[in-house]
C-alpha cells in the first residue's frame, strides 16, 4: 500500500449521470494530482493541487471538476461523459518542496470508470 | 514541452535473464526521471528514481543509467523472476513538478 486510496474501486455510468470520485492521502503530503490512464495512450496529467490550490489544468473538458477541501483529500466530480471518458483514473500525491525539483510521486490503485 | 518515448513496447525474456527498457526525452530543463511498475489492477508504484546530478543508481537487481547529453535514461533489472511481470512506465520531470509519462512497457518474464 502506497498511503493514498481510491474510492470507489469501480464505476459505471451513463452518459446523463453525475458520480464523483474520492482520493484520500495518509502521507502528510501538500500536492495531489489527478490522471487519466487509457489503453491507447500514455498517463495523462489532469489537475494539480498545491497547498489545496489548484496550479495546474491540463485542458482538461469542463464535465470534469476537481476539488481539493484539504491537503489529504481530492475530489473529480463528473458530469455528462463521453463513452471515450472510459479509462482508469489516477489520484497521486507528493511533497512539495521548493528549490528540489521534481517530487516523487505516490499513486493510488485507480478507479476504473465505464461510461455507456 | 516535454516529449518521453519508451521502447520496447513490449519485452519478453527468460527468468534469469536481464532486462534492458529505454527512453529518450527532449527537454534539457528536465531533472527527475523516475521508473514505476504497474501490476495488473493496481496504480504505478515507484520503483527507482535519479536526478539529473547522478548518472548511475542501483536497488539490488534493479539499476537505472542517465545519460543528461544525450537525453536518453534506461531501466536494468538483472535475475529476472516471474514476478517481474508487469508494465513499466519512464516518467520525466521538471522543477514546475510536472511528470511526462512514457507510453509503457509490458514486461514478460517466462518461467
Known amino acids: 500500500e502506497t498511503g493514498v486510496t481510491q474510492t470507489p474501486r469501480h464505476l459505471v455510468m451513463g452518459m446523463t449521470n453525475k458520480k464523483s470520485l474520492k482520493c484520500e492521502q495518509h502521507?502528510?503530503?501538500?500536492?495531489m494530482y489527478w490522471y487519466k490512464q487509457s489503453a491507447k495512450k500514455p498517463l495523462e496529467l489532469m489537475f494539480v493541487?498545491?497547498?489545496?490550490?489548484?496550479?495546474e489544468n491540463n485542458s482538461v473538458p469542463s464535465r470534469f471538476s476537481p476539488e481539493c477541501p484539504n491537503s489529504s483529500h481530492l475530489f473529480l466530480h463528473l458530469h455528462t461523459l463521453q463513452p471515450e471518458d472510459s479509462a482508469l483514473y489516477l489520484c497521486?500525491?507528493?511533497?512539495?518542496?521548493?528549490?528540489?525539483?521534481?517530487?516523487?510521486?505516490?499513486f493510488g490503485p485507480g478507479t476504473r470508470l465505464t461510461v455507456l | 514541452g516535454e516529449n518521453v518515448e519508451q521502447h520496447p513496447s513490449t519485452l519478453s525474456v527468460q527468468e534469469g535473464d536481464s532486462a534492458v527498457i529505454k527512453c529518450t526525452y527532449s527537454?534539457?530543463?528536465?531533472?527527475?526521471f523516475p521508473w514505476y511498475k504497474q501490476e495488473l489492477g493496481k496504480g504505478p508504484q515507484l520503483i527507482i528514481d535519479?536526478?539529473?546530478?547522478?548518472g548511475e543508481k542501483k536497488d539490488q537487481r534493479i539499476a537505472v543509467t542517465l545519460n543528461k547529453t544525450a537525453k536518453h535514461f534506461s531501466l536494468h533489472i538483472t535475475e529476472t523472476q516471474p514476478e517481474d511481470s508487469a508494465v513499466y512506465f519512464c516518467?520525466?520531470?521538471?522543477?514546475?513538478?510536472?511528470?511526462?509519462f512514457g507510453g509503457g512497457t509490458r514486461l514478460m518474464v517466462k518461467p
Open positions: 502521507l502528510g503530503h501538500n500536492a
Open positions: 527537454d534539457s530543463a528536465s531533472n527527475y
Open positions: 497521486a500525491s507528493s511533497q512539495r518542496l521548493a528549490g528540489v525539483g521534481a517530487d516523487t510521486q505516490y
Open positions: 516518467a520525466a520531470g521538471d522543477a514546475g513538478n510536472m511528470l511526462t
Open positions: 493541487y498545491n497547498f489545496k490550490e489548484q496550479t
Open positions: 535519479i536526478r539529473s546530478n547522478v
